[in-house]
């Protein structure tokens, strides 16, 4: 029986050594194309007339000198300043144990940031969705073997099944990559801590807060308290500093309202408000896990290709599971 060969954007064909590995976390097969094998095709030009160099694309190839252990693809909207900066600090914190981990970041493109109100979160809804067939053919061109999805879906969709439906599209568009988004990485997330009662923390309007506390009532948790910093744009979002965000989680989310008990743990939602500096300060202060979506995002991803070293720069979540 002949073996699958695989054209590659160079023009070489050689075995395709595509596989499938189990994703740790959900025990789902999780397919990795073969990105290595036919690159790079490559003739040496100048030189001396006695130098001579073999042919490197050999069928078993060079693997991309910077991603040689996985190349991720990551979905920022085109306003995020701030979750491609934290995800890098994450993984230059943790050198060498993720060495050869690259993101290839593509924006989606959303002209109109407002989301201050209904309007302006269903005008940013449609640019959003809109964008993501765009997007993943532009991230598709740099072969990405696992893709993240840097967004909040629960801002702009008012249920789970909303919520997963787009992620589930990007796959298939993909050839069927392998896609951490948010309601998978922050569900295993709080169960690795057996959490079940949470608070909330996100940079959203009232809708937005309404449409996360029906996204985590769905996901089987119970709300005990919602704060949302009502940003009026998504670029305002980048902008709220971090003592604001501190404040409100040590004065408004460690203790449920009701009860006057510690949360089992506080979610932050809202990939342009980022968590890391936050989490790294608060976690041992106030001896609650955080949970910041563009750290449980990195987190999910790494597990489910098997990276399993604990990591510094994201809290316990990093560092215990």
């Known amino acids: 029986m002949s073996k699958k060969m695989k054209k590659f954007a160079n023009g070489v064909v050689v075995?395709?050594?595509?596989?499938?590995?189990?994703?740790?976390?959900?025990?789902?097969?999780?397919?990795?194309?073969?990105?290595?094998?036919?690159?790079?095709?490559?003739?040496?030009v100048g030189g001396k007339q006695s130098f001579s160099i073999?042919?490197?694309?050999?069928?078993?190839?060079?693997?991309?000198?910077?991603?040689?252990?996985?190349?991720?693809?990551?979905?920022?909207?085109?306003?995020?300043?701030?979750?491609e900066s934290e995800l890098w600090s994450i993984i230059y914190k943790n050198q060498p144990a993720l060495k050869g981990i690259g993101l290839h970041t593509t924006n989606v493109i959303t002209?109109?940031?407002?989301?201050g109100d209904r309007a302006g979160v269903l005008q940013y809804r449609n640019d959003f969705l809109a964008g993501l067939k765009t997007a993943t053919t532009q991230a598709l061109q740099a072969e990405p073997e696992y893709l993240i999805m840097g967004m909040s879906m629960e801002h702009i969709l008012e249920n789970l099944e909303e919520a997963k439906a787009p992620v589930d599209d990007v796959s298939k568009l993909s050839g069927n990559l392998g896609v951490s988004?948010?309601?998978?990485?922050?569900?295993?997330?709080?169960?690795?801590?057996?959490?079940?009662?949470?608070s909330v923390l996100t940079p959203f309007?009232?809708?937005?807060?309404?449409?996360?506390?029906?996204?985590?009532?769905?996901?089987?948790?119970?709300?005990?308290?919602?704060?949302?910093?009502?940003?009026?744009?998504?670029?305002?979002?980048?902008?709220?500093p971090d003592w604001a965000k501190e404040k409100i989680i040590k004065e408004e989310l460690v203790y449920d309202?009701?009860?006057?008990?510690?949360?089992?743990?506080?979610?932050?939602c809202g990939t342009n408000f980022s968590l890391s500096d936050v989490i790294e300060a608060l976690e041992p202060e106030i001896n609650v896990p955080i949970l910041g979506i563009?750290?449980?995002?990195?987190?999910?991803?790494?597990?489910?290709?098997g990276f399993s070293e604990p990591l510094v720069g994201g809290g316990r979540l990093l560092r215990k599971f």
């Open 15 to 44: 075995q395709d050594r595509a596989r499938e590995i189990i994703g740790a976390l959900s025990g789902k097969k999780i397919y990795l194309p073969d990105v290595t094998s036919g690159y790079p095709a490559s003739t040496l």
């Open 111 to 115: 002209p109109k940031p407002q989301v």
């Open 181 to 198: 988004a948010w309601h998978d990485a922050v569900s295993a997330g709080l169960k690795k801590f057996g959490a079940k009662k949470i």
């Open 54 to 83: 073999d042919p490197l694309a050999t069928g078993e190839g060079y693997p991309d000198v910077r991603s040689f252990k996985r190349k991720f693809g990551l979905f920022i909207p085109s306003t995020n300043t701030s979750m």
């Open 205 to 240: 309007e009232a809708n937005g807060n309404a449409n996360a506390l029906k996204f985590f009532q769905q996901l089987d948790f119970e709300v005990a308290n919602i704060v949302g910093m009502g940003c009026g744009s998504a670029i305002d979002i980048g902008h709220v």
């Open 257 to 268: 309202a009701e009860s006057g008990e510690k949360v089992d743990a506080i979610v932050q």
């Open 294 to 305: 563009n750290v449980t995002l990195l987190w999910h991803a790494l597990r489910e290709n």
